[in-house]
């Protein structure tokens, strides 16, 4: 049963940087497609990247483009999530997710940018 533990979160300015990282145990992370998600309060979860099994196709949503960067690490068995230049608006919990035949989440790590 693969489990999933992000950390790196935290208070950051605006324009700061932050390093989220999705630790896994139970199983081997380069066997799964991986996402990070984020979520607001009031609003509904959202897709932040994703990336495929060997990291060859990596997506990113509109709003984080150019700012942020999925990566793994797989000797650590690891998932980070480099975000640059973040704004007010990137508040909120992320969370890791890691998919194969079914869906596994993490417990969520607050990001919150201050103006």
């Known amino acids: 049963q693969l489990q999933l533990v992000e950390s790196g979160g935290g208070l950051v300015q605006s324009g700061g940087s932050l390093r989220l990282s999705c630790a896994a145990s139970g199983s081997s992370l380069d066997r799964y497609a991986v996402a990070w998600f984020r979520q607001a309060p009031g609003k509904e979860r959202e897709g932040v990247s994703c990336?495929?099994?060997?990291?060859?196709?990596?997506n990113y949503a509109d709003s984080v483009k150019g700012r942020f960067t999925i990566s793994r690490d797989n000797a650590k068995n690891t998932v980070h999530l480099q975000m640059n230049s973040l704004k007010p608006e990137d508040t909120a919990v992320y969370y890791c997710n890691a998919v194969t035949t079914k869906n596994y989440w993490g417990q969520g790590t607050q990001v919150t940018v201050s103006s």
């Open positions: 990336a495929t099994t060997r990291s060859d196709v990596t």
